[in-house]
């Protein structure tokens, strides 16, 4: 077997995991667990298709806890640090593209031809940056159930650097890491009683955690908003 050949098959697989996983988390089905299980049964296979799905989530705008969810099944609680390499990791392309983006924005600006309504965004997320610390303001937005990708795009258009960008990514979603991991962990046994997968509870305390971080900077940063406008 040649190289792209074993490229290609990786990748098909990850993408399979991630169909698997999303079927499961939807319906349960004994037979979507069967093939997830059949991947599992060689370690070395499954952890080739979760890196293949990382690589391609982004392109398929699927949410990064299926990750969590898909290597708590194949590798249980051992798994963890590798669920929140690849989540930290697969947030990095988005990031990298809307960090491109606002540069070019920002050199159209210059030349007086760039979106008012996209500058003005970009500037009120400097601010917010700013005013919180960039550290603080990626950890509490990702604690919040907002779509990854889409903090991932306002962080980028906020000027926040990569160090933070990671620091804050992994601070932010290893809550989230730790309950997709625990549904990957117990995905035989909810499956089989048709339990909930996640504790909505659990989501609403990530939440007003992520309120809690946030609340003063963004008071702050309105606050002298409306100050400099009046």
């Given at each position: 077997m040649n190289r792209r050949s074993a490229l290609?098959?990786?990748?098909?697989?990850?993408?399979?995991?991630?169909?698997?996983?999303?079927?499961?988390?939807?319906?349960?089905?004994?037979?979507a667990l069967s093939r997830l299980r059949w991947l599992a049964t060689d370690p070395l296979r499954f952890g080739a298709a979760i890196v293949?799905?990382?690589a391609v989530r982004p392109l398929l705008a699927w949410p990064t806890?299926?990750?969590a969810v898909a290597v708590g099944f194949g590798y249980g609680?051992?798994?963890?640090?590798?669920?929140?390499?690849?989540?930290?990791?697969t947030a990095l392309p988005p990031y990298a593209l809307a960090r491109a983006g606002r540069f070019r924005l920002r050199d159209g600006a210059n030349a007086g031809d760039a979106s008012g309504i996209a500058d003005r965004f970009c500037r009120a997320g400097e601010r917010f940056a700013?005013?919180?610390?960039?550290?603080?303001?990626?950890?509490?937005?990702?604690?919040?159930?907002?779509?990854?990708?889409?903090?991932?795009?306002?962080a980028a258009a906020a000027g926040v650097g990569v160090r933070p960008f990671i620091a804050g990514t992994a601070f932010g979603e290893l809550p989230w890491v730790l309950a997709g991991v625990a549904v990957g962990v117990s995905l035989d046994r909810l499956a089989a009683s048709g339990g909930s997968l996640v504790d909505p509870a659990v989501v609403l305390g990530m939440a007003a955690v992520g309120v809690l971080i946030l609340a003063g900077p963004l008071y702050r940063t309105f606050l002298?908003?409306?100050?400099?406008?009046?």
């Open positions: 290609g098959r990786y990748a098909v697989a990850g993408v399979l995991v991630a169909a698997v996983a999303a079927v499961t988390l939807a319906v349960s089905p004994e037979a293949a799905l990382a806890t299926l990750l609680w051992a798994g963890t640090p590798l669920a929140l390499a690849l989540v930290v990791g700013a005013e919180s610390g960039s550290v603080r303001a990626v950890t509490g937005t990702r604690l919040l159930p907002l779509p990854s990708d889409a903090v991932t795009v306002g002298r908003t409306d100050a400099t406008t009046v």
